[in-house]
Nanobody, 123 residues
């Protein structure tokens, strides 16, 4: 079992920045690829970013490429999502997730999920 707890969400004006954190506990964190997903009201959960177990490989949704950065600190069992130039359409609940194997953009590939943290971007 891997337990994931997200933090860092909040209310920010358009153009602002937020940094989300996801702290993991349980199994060996460095064995897992990590992903960030988000879900806005009335919409399906969508992929945001993913990072390989050692941090060598990252991938982003086109909608966030160039604005968001995913990173991880395996010594701290934590994955981060730095979000810059935020837009109102980034408003959603953000979830981190863990999977064995390589980084993937499909939600069904991930075995463990956090409870989510709300990000609200005002115009």
């Amino acid at each position: 079992q891997v337990q994931l707890v997200e933090s860092g969400g909040g209310l920010v004006q358009a153009g602002g920045s937020l940094k989300l954190s996801c702290a993991a506990s349980g199994r060996t964190f460095s064995n897992y690829a990590m992903g960030w997903f988000r879900q806005a009201p009335g919409k399906e959960r969508e992929f945001v970013a993913t990072i390989s177990s050692r941090g060598a490989t990252t991938n982003y949704a086109d909608s966030v490429k160039g604005r968001f950065t995913i990173s991880r600190d395996n010594a701290k069992n934590t994955v981060y999502l730095q979000m810059n130039s935020l837009k109102p359409e980034d408003t959603a609940v953000y979830y981190c997730a863990a999977k064995v194997g390589g980084p993937m953009s499909t939600a069904y590939s991930y075995m463990y999920w956090g409870q989510g943290t709300q990000v609200t971007v005002s115009s």
